[in-house]
């Protein structure tokens, strides 16, 4: 499975960007789908996930309200909607897949990564 992050940014406090996740390789419903995110020298941090069918979803408290995860299995494809970013939101996103099994938070149990795409939010 190969995923290809994009769609990151600078953008200002209270702006938006939407980042997609194109994946390639595998039937694309097959897995659920997760964004996190990692600022340098901090641990990788939960944003999103959503099941296969996108009848599951989470999201991190930091996040919900503001931020959207949703799905095109027929475009094979994954985005994360975020509005009213804030400075905190800055770092670098990656997306993630999880094969054969249900939504998690937890960043071990994905099984493949995409590159990450930097997304900046300045004051």
């Known amino acids: 499975v190969q995923l290809q992050a994009s769609g990151g940014g600078l953008v200002q406090a209270g702006g938006s960007l939407r980042l997609s996740c194109a994946a390639s390789g595998r039937t694309f419903n097959d897995y659920a789908m997760g964004w996190f995110r990692q600022v340098s020298g901090k641990e990788r941090e939960f944003v999103a996930a959503?099941?296969?069918?996108?009848?599951?979803?989470y999201y991190a408290n930091s996040v919900k309200g503001r931020f959207t995860i949703s799905r095109d299995n027929a475009k094979n494809t994954v985005y994360l909607q975020m509005n009213s970013l804030e400075p905190e939101d800055t770092a670098v996103y990656y997306c993630?897949?999880?094969?054969?099994?249900?939504?998690?938070?937890?960043?071990?149990?994905?099984?493949?990564w995409g590159q990450g795409t930097q997304v900046t939010v300045s004051s």
């Open positions: 993630a897949a999880r094969i054969y099994s249900s939504v998690t938070t937890q960043a071990t149990t994905y099984d493949y």
């Open positions: 959503i099941s296969w069918s996108g009848g599951v979803i």
